[in-house]
């Protein structure tokens, strides 16, 4: 998208950048849940099936994500 000549190209970056931030930080776990878990396809008729598997996952997700935090508490082993 281009940026109007009434807006700055400094302001209009950093609009970009802040929605650039956001998208990463949405964007991660379903990475995890791709890489991680294997999750590419849905693969059950019904929606809650597939809402129950994906709570699931993003909780695993989570977890996933918290593992040093949680070995560093002594909660679990790495």
């Not at 776990?29 to 849905?42: A, S, V």
Request: aromatic share 10%; hydrophobic share 40%.
């Amino acid at each position: 998208m281009r940026c109007p000549r009434r807006l700055g190209a400094s302001w209009w970056g950093k609009i970009e950048k802040a929605k650039a931030s956001h998208r990463a930080k949405v964007e991660h776990p379903f990475r995890i849940l791709k890489r991680q878990f294997g999750f590419l396809k849905t693969r059950y008729r019904g929606l809650k099936k597939n809402t129950g598997q994906i709570v699931t996952l993003f909780a695993l997700a989570n977890l996933f994500q918290a593992r040093h935090r949680l070995a560093q508490m002594g909660g679990v082993r790495p």
